[in-house]
């Protein structure tokens, strides 16, 4: 089993950039695929970027591509998501989430049903 933490959600304004974090302890943190996802007020929680367990495949949904990054260090037991050119749409609980896949051919899940640990998320507010 693994644990999540995240952090470095904050208050930014539009056309800002911040970069959060995702802390993972327990089982190696290399056989995890993980995940980002969202939920602003009101609405369902939505996928936002996804990478694999060796970092070789990356998706990424419309509405962030070209303005987010996301990368790990397998070393470090660290997920991040860099946000660039910000927007107040982007205004929601930040998680990550991870699914453990030690085998396998190249995956990035892009629905809940794909992760079975979460964090407990990280607020991110986009001023306008």
């Known amino acids: 089993q693994v644990q999540l933490v995240e952090s470095g959600g904050d208050l930014v304004q539009t056309g800002g950039s911040l970069r959060i974090s995702c802390a993972a302890s327990?089982?190696?943190?290399?056989?995890?695929?993980m995940g980002w996802f969202r939920q602003a007020p009101g609405k369902e929680r939505e996928f936002v970027a996804g990478?694999?367990?060796?970092?070789?495949?990356?998706r990424y949904a419309d509405s962030v591509k070209d303005r987010f990054t996301i990368s790990r260090d397998n070393a470090k037991n660290t997920l991040y998501l860099q946000l660039n050119k910000l927007k107040p749409e982007d205004t929601a609980v930040y998680y990550c989430?991870?699914?453990?896949?030690?085998?396998?051919?190249?995956?990035?899940?892009?629905?809940?049903?794909?992760?079975?640990?979460w964090g407990q998320g990280t607020q991110v507010t986009v001023s306008s």
């Open positions: 989430a991870a699914n453990f896949r030690p085998y396998g051919s190249e995956f990035v899940g892009i629905t809940e049903y794909n992760y079975a640990y």
């Open positions: 327990g089982r190696a943190f290399s056989m995890y695929d």
């Open positions: 990478i694999s367990r060796n970092t070789i495949t990356t």
